[in-house]
């Protein structure tokens, strides 16, 4: 039977349709936010899956009939996810995953599918609501429910759910997301917001994700599902036992290893040692495999342990660090000669090369979306290869895990770009991470924003980021600055800040505990400023203020501005005017906006003169006024016609050639003869007429005298 909820959420309402769609599934919802339709649904399998982690799946189906579009490409079908399909993807797993019970290994699948788009409201936010209550009133044991909020900050004032007319003017874009308790997930884009102004925008937005909780507690005790009994993964006592008492010295002193790949291989060793023995001692047991992936489950448990173990109690990382002490740092530009910017930035055992290129406006990123935007021209995309990490591994496509790092860098450097208008040129930046011990994505924001500033993109302050982290352990907590790999994989939080000297630009926050208070998250802010600013001085050493001009090998640019009633002229039928100017101009590329704007890129200055002028002589027009050296290409017996620059011809009369009577035109010119002319009227026909006699000395006067004299005669 059909039920129907409504919420609303400062001005929006969200209504929640349940019983009549997709009831074979495991939950199923229909959430309407707007004129945006989403269909949330969740299914488990019965059975336990044999996997040293918990199979959960989240998808966002974008179907783009949802947007009144038809997909391009030959098929006319939708293909793989788009980026903004994923990175929702990603916003909705990264708030749910956590309220999973340990140990629970049945496969899980939440699939979001947008039936109808309204641009104005966020297809997120209809889709994160609608997959927690699909869990929720599922059979799916899940410590839910979550609910996600965004906020902007207009004109001083917070805003709850912003419409998309709202953002535009908005200085921060916030995505908030936990449970009624807490905090667990934090997306933002900020034009550098104060870290002040940033914690009191997580705890406004936390009073309406308690709200919505509310909501969805009460649709649950209406129509949820009783959860299905699970048997969760755990391991043998006995062996858990066997491997303390053989195995757990040697492991807790591997921690404390300072090189990444030395202290692994130190702890795969005893792990196979382990496995050796096992193997031995276990050897007739019915359930050896059972008892050998324990061991396995066990010595990564007990790592865990140690590390978390050392950092709260000891203060001591696993390299030896102080909580708040970040890695060596070293900063460097222009290695690749040929690219139009490049930059290295390390950081301890973590390496990012960044490399910008420049294009002109027609190479922007085309978006085959749902949303409303068209191209992006400015782009940072981070590739992460196995060989990174002393992996081999499988090379290819961007993953998930690529393009949400890729997009949170693009979040925090974008709020530094300069407009087209400052800078008409399409900006992609490639971050190539080439060493990796954690807190990667970081990184590559600190390696772009110097490679940019070596291109010459005037950017309007560096940008640096930081990934800090925190473990609590038996009640004591530490954060730490610049996580490295383990502290990232056994820590509490991940929390990713970028920004400017004023202020922040972009973050992204994971929790994995059940809360943290107000004066945690001030003390996290507050120590990534201080790590900010002494990794942006590293920064400055290497280059300390963008390049005056772009790079040798970069495209120059040079603009200009015609009638838009010429445009016609300068593309000429089927493209040839234009296209014969790029072939004279050694293949310079140029763009021609409907506002008459056009823009020359080439890397040689010489080239883009030449296709300025030939352009500028097609659209130029005679002005009265102006003076030409013009050249005589017809005469008649009223007068001759000359040219006064290509395409334009104005009327030389024979009484505005000279200042006495002409009695034959051919008595002073001829064709080819080059004169000097004014323009002196241009009718309502466009037709130009010049004069050579306003050009020319005036006859002196005759004195009176000699004038009555001749009267008298």
Not at 187 to 208: P, Q
Not at 446 to 473: D, E, K, R
Not at 634 to 658: C, M, Q, W
Request: one cysteine or more; aromatic letters at 6%; proline letters at 4%.
């Amino acid at each position: 039977m059909k039920k129907e909820y409504e919420l609303k959420i400062g001005n929006q309402s969200f209504i929640v349709e349940t019983g009549q769609i997709a009831k074979q599934a495991g939950g199923s919802v229909l959430v309407r936010y707007g004129e945006t339709v989403v269909l949330s649904t969740a299914t488990a399998s019965k059975k336990a899956k044999d996997l040293p982690f918990f199979p959960l799946t989240v998808s966002f189906e974008e179907k783009l009939y949802a947007a009144g579009k038809i997909p391009g490409g030959f098929l006319r079908r939708e293909g793989r996810p788009s980026e903004t399909a994923t990175l929702n993807s990603r916003l909705v797993d990264r708030t749910l995953r956590p309220l999973f019970a340990d140990g629970f290994r049945n496969e899980v699948q939440v699939v979001n599918t947008v039936l109808s788009m309204d641009p104005e409201y966020a297809v997120e936010m209809a889709g994160l609501l609608g997959s927690s209550l699909a869990l929720g009133i599922s059979d799916i044991p899940f410590d839910g429910p979550v609910a996600g909020v965004q906020l902007g900050l207009i004109d001083g004032e917070f805003v709850i759910n912003p419409t998309a007319t709202q953002n535009e003017h908005s200085i921060l874009n916030l995505t908030v997301a936990g449970t009624k308790d807490a905090i667990n997930m934090v997306e933002a884009g900020a034009k550098e917001v104060s870290e002040d102004v940033m914690l009191d925008a997580l705890m406004h937005a936390h009073t309406f994700i308690q709200e919505i909780v509310e909501f969805q507690e009460a649709i649950i005790a209406d129509i949820g599902k009783e959860k299905m009994d699970v048997v969760l993964h755990t391991y043998d006592e006995a062996t858990e036992a066997f491997v303390k008492e053989n195995f757990e010295k040697d492991l807790r002193a591997s921690v404390s290893t300072f090189d990444k790949l030395e202290r692994q291989d130190k702890i795969d060793a005893i792990q196979d040692a382990a496995l050796a023995l096992a193997q031995e001692t276990y050897a007739d047991a019915d359930d050896l495999n059972k008892i050998l992936s324990d061991v396995k489950e066990i010595v990564s448990a007990l790592v865990k342990d140690e590390v978390r173990r050392a950092i709260s109690q000891d203060k001591v990382r696993p390299d030896g660090r102080s909580p708040e002490e970040i890695r060596p740092l070293n900063s460097m530009v222009d290695l690749l000669p040929r690219v139009h910017g490049s930059a290295l930035f390390t950081r301890g055992q973590t390496q990012v090369l960044s490399v910008t290129t420049l294009g002109a406006m027609n190479e922007v990123q085309i978006i085959d979306d749902l949303s409303n935007e068209e191209s992006k021209r400015f782009m940072h995309q981070y590739n992460f290869p196995p060989y990174s990490v002393g992996e081999v591994g499988r090379m290819g496509g961007a993953g998930r895990r690529e393009i949400g790092h890729g997009a949170l860098g693009e979040k925090a450097l974008l709020q530094v770009i300069p407009s087209e208008e400052e800078f008409p040129y399409a900006i992609r930046v490639v971050s190539e991470v080439l060493e990796s011990n954690g807190s990667s994505s970081q990184a590559s924001i600190c390696a772009s924003t110097m490679s940019l500033m070596a291109a010459g993109v005037p950017i309007t302050a560096p940008v640096a980021g930081i990934a800090m982290g925190m473990v609590m352990y038996d009640g004591e907590y530490a954060i730490l600055s610049d996580i490295q790999g383990l502290e990232d994989a056994f820590g509490d939080m991940d929390f990713k800040v970028a920004g400017t000297p004023k202020g922040i630009t972009a973050m992204q926050m994971d929790i994995k505990v059940e809360g943290i208070s107000r004066e945690i998250l001030a003390e996290a802010l507050e120590q990534a400023k201080i790590g900010r600013a002494h990794i942006l001085e590293n920064m400055m050493t290497a280059i300390d203020e963008v390049r005056e001009d772009v790079g040798k090998y970069a495209p120059k640019m040079e603009r200009l501005s015609i009638p838009v009633d010429k445009i016609r002229d300068v593309i000429g039928r089927g493209g040839d005017v234009i296209n014969n100017i790029i072939e004279q101009s050694d293949n310079v590329k140029i763009d021609i906006e409907d506002d008459g704007s056009v823009v020359i890129y080439h890397s040689n200055r010489e080239s883009i003169n030449k296709a300025k002028a030939m352009i500028e002589s097609i659209v130029k027009v005679a002005v009265v006024g102006e003076i030409y050296e013009a050249k005589v290409v017809r005469v008649e017996n009223f007068g001759a016609f000359v040219e006064l620059f290509p395409g334009t011809d104005g009327l030389l009369h024979i009484s505005k050639i000279a200042h006495e009577r002409t009695e034959k035109v051919s008595d002073v010119l001829n064709i080819g003869d080059i004169v000097k002319v004014k323009v002196v009227e241009i009718d309502d026909r466009n037709r130009v007429n010049v004069s050579r006699k306003d050009l020319l000395p005036k006859p002196a006067s005759k004195p009176a005298v000699e004038k009555e004299k001749v009267e008298k005669k």
